[in-house]
Nanobody
Framework: QVQLVESGGGLVQAGGSLRLSCAAS????????MGWFRQAPGKEREFVAT???????YYGNSVKGRFTISRDNTKSTVYLQLNNLKPDDTAVYYC?????????????????WGQGTQVTVSS
């Protein structure tokens, strides 16, 4: 069972940046595909970004070109760099992990979830 702990959320002005981190334990990190999702108040959880075991990345359309996902297998940590933030990016951001090999965008593809970290972007 993988345990995931997110950090790095906070309050930032529009146009600003944040870096989210997600530390994993309980499984060999390099064997995990990792993802980030977010959920805004009153909305469904949506896909943000994913990175495969081999480092291939894929992004949701709303964040493409502004967010960057990366991983450091030596630290068992996945990162999400958020640049040029907009008020619409306000949400709880969740880290997720999958023991399957590949590129996954659906919540059902992941079997490990963190508790979430709040990102609030003011206008």
């Amino acid at each position: 069972q993988v345990q995931l702990v997110e950090s790095g959320g906070g309050l930032v002005q529009a146009g600003g940046s944040l870096r989210l981190s997600c530390a994993a334990s309980g499984r060999t990190f390099s064997t995990l595909a990792m993802g980030w999702f977010r959920q805004a108040p009153g909305k469904e959880r949506e896909f943000v970004a994913t990175i495969t075991q081999g480092g291939i990345t894929y992004y949701g359309n709303s964040v493409k070109g502004r967010f960057t996902i990366s991983r450091d297998n030596t630290k068992s940590t996945v990162y999400l760099q958020l640049n040029n933030l907009k008020p619409d990016d306000t949400a709880v951001y969740y880290c997720s992990a999958s023991a399957r090999y590949g590129l996954f965008v659906r919540q059902s593809d992941y079997n490990g979830w963190g508790q979430g970290t709040q990102v609030t972007v003011s206008s």
